[in-house]
């Protein structure tokens, strides 16, 4: 789970700016960790709480958050409810990168190319080396396992090999 950080500001601002997809459609990545913490945050709300967990399909260690056609922490002024309460999960703040399981087994991030914020990223940014710690962090069998269930349809080109 992390916060925002001077390395993706400029990212995190386009983003906004473009009111893309990001936040309206496809399945976010959720370590049972994360899944947890947002839960405990939602324990005094059961009907939040409630449709979280509707939205979400447990895969043992991880699960996967259907944002459906707007992710339900996403409020009215395009920023996240979870953002500055520290539990948005990890994946929200990697995007529009992605950490992706290669044919030979090994791992890279990809950006997608869904919008102008993408160009905020270079091979060499700060932002794409704190991805790669994170999914350290997070652990590589767990991500290869994700990414077993899960991949997005959309167009990527590769920024950084892990």
């Known amino acids: 789970m992390t916060k925002n950080t001077e390395n993706n500001a400029s990212l995190a601002s386009a ?3 473009a009111n893309t997809w ?9 370590p049972r960790q994360e899944y947890q913490a947002i839960a405990d945050y939602l324990a005094d709300n059961p009907r939040v709480l409630s449709e ?28 996240c409810e979870l953002f500055a309460l520290g539990i948005r999960p990890t994946e929200c703040f990697w995007w529009p990168a992605h ?21 905020h ?3 060499d940014d700060e932002f794409l080396k704190r991805v790669e710690e994170q999914a350290k962090i997070i652990g590589i069998p767990l991500l290869v396992r994700f990414r077993k269930v899960h ?11 892990i």
């Open 15 to 17: 983003c906004r700016n």
């Open 22 to 30: 990001c936040c309206k459609d496809g399945f976010i990545f959720i």
């Open 52 to 79: 979280f967990c509707s939205r979400s399909k447990d895969h043992g260690d991880f699960l996967l958050y259907d944002q459906k056609t707007r992710c339900q922490f996403l409020q009215s002024d395009e920023m």
């Open 99 to 119: 950490v992706y399981l290669t044919e030979d087994g090994s791992l890279e991030i990809r950006v997608s190319e869904c919008c102008s914020a993408c160009n």
């Open 121 to 123: 990223i270079k091979h």
């Open 151 to 161: 991949s997005y349809d959309v167009n990527y080109h590769v920024a950084k090999k």
